[in-house]
């Protein structure tokens, strides 16, 4: 990783962090791309701490960083966001060689969770998302990482076993919606490339990527070698939206 802020310097500015993006703002669909590009890349050029941001990976250089920001939404909720400028799933950049791992860099940060929590989530409870072009608030590519709601993580987690690593319907809808779902063989986030296998494995989504959400997991049921990736396409006003599939009181914590 690149430069990375304490935790406790984190935790700080949390309070004021709040203020800067409570949710997705929708009257400034550029109010991450600002806090990113105009707070946090300015404090790490002076080698100071990149608040607001937790941390910045510049391992793949300062024009391929990913901050990693608190959320004022939720407890533990992260989001890994591009230094440079990337709109959303449906920009060419996501596909491109070179790129960061977005959705690695995202599930790493679910290390950080016990600061917030004062646990560590089992791993089938915690989910990488990203919303659909016409589900999304904002204009800069944003991964949210935290914790899934219980019964959704029930549901994935009996699921898992039928799939296979090709893309097909779950058999049982979450949250109203019939997600496409598939298992990735591999003991890493690192190993698995997410948005390629979405535009590679399902009939016509490359052309139509944008309107795809998609959502990283690991359920137990499938041991430390396997994930699943889930799959939702925006249908009008529904669908192509995973950060549903999220719950920000990480309730599934209280219940351990």
Known sequence: M???ASRAVAAGV??????LFVAPAKADRNQLWMIV???CMRHLAKSEAPIPCDSIDTSLGWDRGVALLKDGVGVARMLAIPTHPVSGIEDPAVLADGEPNY?????????AFPMRLHVMPPTGSVAVVVDSKPAREQDQLHLIVDCLDPQVA???ADEAPRLDTQWKPMTVPIKGRSYWARRVDAAHAEDIAPFRLLAEGLPGAKETIGDWSLAL????????????LLADRAEGEAGGRARDLLDPTCAVVAKR
Not at 103 to 111: H, K, T
Not at 218 to 228: D, I, R
């Open 14 to 19: 949390y309070a004021a962090l709040s203020t």
């Open 217 to 228: 997991t690991q359920p137990a049921s499938l041991g430390e070698h396997a994930f699943v």
């Open 103 to 111: 959705f690695a860099v995202a599930w790493s940060e679910r290390n």
């Open 154 to 156: 029930t549901a994935i």
């Open 37 to 39: 590009s105009f707070k």
């Open 2 to 4: 690149g430069f990375r």
